[in-house]
């Protein structure tokens, strides 16, 4: 039985003040909460001061980036070391706006997702299709070539220790989420590529998320298709209420 995950990804929002009034929010409601494992993801900025508010809570923490090396001569860059140091347990990599505004490609996903899981980080692999590539018809192709580019070269432990997010590119911040029937469609076809590239019983354990406009309304019929194992969550993770409305809907 998988257990459901629910990500909050701030992106490039909340000042310190901002992140601490969220988190003894979502720490008031969600603190003890066992039954949806909760991961805020803020900026690096702001990831120690809610490390430590989230220490001896239920809420894990989560980064939005890294760089693949250990260390080194990355000038503005942050490894999965420096990540650890700070009780990080999860990390996104490939989010489309990684991709699309800073020219990550499937070779630099799988490299980070490899050094992520080495410095055992999990890693919240992102994939999804633009607007363009489903009106083409291409949905089938790129989400097979992204998700065998980023998960190339693991194991079936490191796959299990990942998590997936399938967020199709058109459905981010736009307000236009993927229909259940649409999202279940896509979780489905990475689970089956999951199982051709190790097995049955591996894809029938790892965790797929859906991202892309998911609100309190729309969450518990998401969260309700068998292959969608919880939701990565932007603009509503910035609204303590929105996000712990959306956590609740994944039970
Ligand atoms: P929105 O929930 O704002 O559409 O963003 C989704 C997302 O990109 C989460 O990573």
């Known amino acids: ?9 701030w992106k490039m929002n909340m000042t310190s003040d901002e992140a601490t009034n969220l988190v003894n929010a979502l720490k008031a409601d969600l603190g003890n909460f066992r039954e949806v494992e909760v991961v805020v993801c803020p900026p690096f900025t702001v990831l120690g001061v809610v490390s430590d ?13 890294m760089h693949w090396e250990k260390s080194g001569a990355y000038t503005g860059e942050i490894s999965a070391g420096m990540l650890r140091e700070l009780y990080c347990h999860y990390v996104i990599l490939g989010h489309s706006e990684r991709r699309q505004y800073f020219g990550e490609t499937d070779e630099i996903v ?3 997702t490899r050094a992520a899981l080495a410095a055992s980080l999990h890693p919240i692999v992102c994939v999804g299709e633009t607007l363009a590539e489903r009106e083409a018809g291409q949905v ?13 070269g693991l194991s079936a432990k490191e796959l299990l220790d990942s ?9 981010i911040g ?6 259940s029937e649409q999202a279940q469609e896509v979780h489905a076809l990475i689970r089956k590529l999951l199982a051709e590239m190790y097995d049955e019983t591996v894809a029938g354990g790892v965790r797929i998320q859906y991202g892309g406009s998911v609100k309190p309304g729309n969450a518990k019929e998401l969260f309700g298709m068998p292959d969608i194992d919880g939701g990565l969550i932007g603009g509503a993770a910035l609204d303590a209420k929105s996000f712990i409305d959306i956590v609740r809907a994944a039970v």
């Open 174 to 179: 736009t307000g236009k989420t993927a229909s």
């Open 1 to 9: 039985m998988r257990k459901k995950i629910v990500a909050g990804n």
């Open 140 to 152: 089938d192709a790129v989400i097979t070539r992204q998700v065998k580019g980023a998960l190339a």
């Open 163 to 171: 998590v997936i997010a399938y967020e199709p590119v058109w459905a």
């Open 110 to 112: 799988n490299r980070k």
């Open 53 to 65: 508010l989230v220490h001896g809570t239920h809420i894990d923490l989560g980064a939005q980036n």
